[in-house]
């Protein structure tokens, strides 16, 4: 089972609403990242949070907005979306801090976003 | 500018065979960093192995190598004795050196879709 949970793993919005993804992870990492998945496509980055400050924002429109509000927690929050925002929206954290492994990203399941 | 290219978009494998799957890339950091994940059709991506640009040895994690030729950029998965459940997409993907934070932006090839038939 992954170590990173994303609710909710279906949302369906119309273009009007406001809804929040969340994403949790307790393996002590402090950079948190959300990526962006259409279908038959690679992923691709939106933003990074390192030590609960915004340190990447990949020019992403603002009806996306980002919250880390503790170590532990990723919120990516959704405003007047349009229908080719519909797509798969995955979490990550890695390690932290100069030395710390890899860079390796664990991934959540994501979550699945249809906006009619 | 770094990039990523996966240029077989399906392969089909014979269960119990190997299969090769391939990525090149391009960077002018001399230090940067090659994973392979797995994201099967429920969404998640599974980290598979890594590769580090200073890595004297080619990774190896199981039934899964990493073939990496330096000079050629390339890095190459190559999965042994395959599986029904290695039916999947695979990314290549890689990093620069790491922020000063510790974090990195990974970035992502097309993918290969692993078909792998009994």
């Known amino acids: 089972d992954t170590e990173v949970t994303q609710t909710p793993k279906h949302l369906v919005m119309g273009m009007t609403n406001k809804k929040s993804l969340k994403c949790e992870q307790h393996?002590?990492?402090?950079?948190m990242y959300w990526y962006k998945q259409k279908a038959k496509k690679p992923p691709e980055l939106m933003f990074v949070y390192s030590y609960e400050k915004l340190s990447i924002n990949e020019s992403v429109p603002s009806r996306f907005s980002p919250e880390c509000p503790n170590s532990s927690l990723l919120n990516l929050h959704l405003h007047a979306l349009q229908p080719e925002d519909s797509a798969l929206y995955l979490c990550a954290s890695s390690p932290s801090g100069q030395g710390q492994g890899t860079g390796e990203l664990f991934f959540g399941e994501g979550s699945r976003l249809t906006v009619l | 500018a770094q990039k990523i290219t996966q240029t077989q978009p399906g392969m089909f494998v014979q269960e119990k065979e190997a299969v090769t799957l391939d990525c090149t890339y391009d960077t002018s950091d001399p230090s940067y960093g090659l994973f392979w994940y797995k994201q099967p059709s429920s969404g998640e991506m599974i980290f598979l192995i890594y590769q580090g640009s200073y890595d004297q040895q080619n990774a190896t994690e199981g039934r899964y190598s990493l073939n990496f030729q330096k000079a050629r950029k390339s890095a190459n998965l190559v999965i042994s004795a395959s599986q029904l459940g290695d039916s999947a997409m695979y990314f290549c993907a890689m990093r620069g050196p790491l922020f000063s934070g510790g974090y990195n932006k990974l970035i992502f090839g097309a993918g290969t879709r692993l078909a792998v038939h009994p």
């Open positions: 393996m002590g990492h402090r950079a």
